[in-house]
């Protein structure tokens, strides 16, 4: 059963905390991507990454960090200087970097309190 | 700097209406013009994407109509059914270069 699995669901952390979110995916794709989601906002991208051991940044870096050590799994780092961390997490892969349809898992939320 | 505007907001139609969703984008470089759709709690997928070349691309209900010379999309939902209700992203892209820019989305709610 191919996809992107996202984990943990839901999350909450205390305020000056970092926290990691997990994606993993089977589908052998080479692009991976990170969004956030806010009310009203849309989706904003964070990092992607075109292959293993590379990483762009996206609109709205700053306070992530992210790694690529293997083809199937893309962690996304919220840490501490992240002003806004309170979002819903959208992790997707595509084929090849830029190429068209992503594939999306099913998101974390994650709650600062 | 909003690359990719759409509007409404949020959409109430009634079932077997049309449902129109607009999106006006600004960088003419883009090749690239898809629509998600997501239900509450899940990721977005993929409903239908349209390339510059043709004015419009029809799948079942789903159309996008294409202008470029406005440079404008819209996806048109035909027979609006309760199952329809989720909340629909465009977005925009240069195809092999540029990472997807989306739209802030359009909640609908088909009532019956």
């Known amino acids: 059963d191919g996809g992107i699995t996202q984990s943990p669901k839901y999350l909450f952390r205390k305020e000056g905390q970092n926290v990691t979110l997990s994606c993993e995916q089977n589908l052998n794709h080479d692009a991976m991507y990170w969004y956030r989601q806010d009310p009203g906002q849309g989706l904003r991208l964070i990092y992607y990454?075109?292959?293993?051991?590379?990483?762009q940044k996206g609109d709205i870096a700053e306070g992530y960090s992210v790694s690529r050590e293997k083809k199937e799994s893309f962690p996304l780092t919220v840490t501490s200087a992240q002003k806004n961390p309170t979002a819903f997490y959208l992790c997707a892969s595509s084929i090849a970097a830029q190429t068209g349809e992503l594939f999306f898992g099913e998101g974390s939320r994650l709650t600062v309190l | 700097q909003q690359q990719v505007k759409q509007s409404p907001q949020s959409l109430i139609v009634q079932k077997g209406g049309i449902s129109i969703i607009n999106c006006a984008y600004e960088?003419?470089?883009?090749?690239?013009f898809p629509w998600y759709q997501q239900f509450p709690g899940k990721g977005p997928a993929l409903l239908i994407a349209i390339r510059p070349d043709v004015s419009e691309k029809k799948e079942g209900r789903f159309t996008i109509s294409f202008n470029k010379s406005a440079k404008q999309f819209s996806l048109h939902i035909m027979d609006s059914q309760p199952g329809d209700s989720a909340t629909y992203f465009c977005a925009a892209s240069i195809l092999g270069n540029t990472p997807l820019v989306f739209g802030k989305g359009t909640r609908l709610s088909v009532i019956a």
């Open positions: 960088n003419t470089a883009f090749d690239y």
């Open positions: 990454s075109q292959i293993v051991n590379d990483f």
